[in-house]
Nanobody, 123 residues
Framework: HVQLVESGGGLVQAGGSLRLSCAAS????????IGWFLQAPRKEREFVAA????????YYADSVKGRFTISRDNSKNTVYLQMSTVAPEDTAVYYC????????????????WGQGTQVTVSS
């Protein structure tokens, strides 16, 4: 199976930037799609961005397109979410997740999950 560990969350002012990391471990990574999701208190988990382990293509929710960038470093088995021009509505717990293959925006379809990292954007 795949183990995922998020890091990089914290406090940031509106308009600032933050980079989240998702370190993956397991037997194989080449067929995976890695997604980032957010979950605000008492709300459903929602899609943020996703990337194939090959690095292309990438996908973004409309709400973050142009502000957030997903990337990966296969040599480090790590996927990043670069968050720029953050806003208070971006405040949430951010999770990385993995599907065995193929892109999907539905969180239910992802097979493996990290523990989440809190991002708080102050105004």
């Amino acid at each position: 199976h795949v183990q995922l560990v998020e890091s990089g969350g914290g406090l940031v002012q509106a308009g600032g930037s933050l980079r989240l990391s998702c370190a993956a471990s397991g037997r194989t990574f080449s067929s995976l799609t890695i997604g980032w999701f957010l979950q605000a208190p008492r709300k459903e988990r929602e899609f943020v961005a996703a990337i194939s382990w090959s690095g292309a293509p990438t996908y973004y929710a409309d709400s973050v397109k142009g502000r957030f960038t997903i990337s990966r470093d296969n040599s480090k088995n790590t996927v990043y979410l670069q968050m720029s021009t953050v806003a208070p509505e971006d405040t949430a717990v951010y999770y990385c997740a993995a599907r065995r293959t193929g892109f999907c925006v539905d969180y239910v379809s992802y097979d493996y999950w990290g523990q989440g990292t809190q991002v708080t954007v102050s105004s």
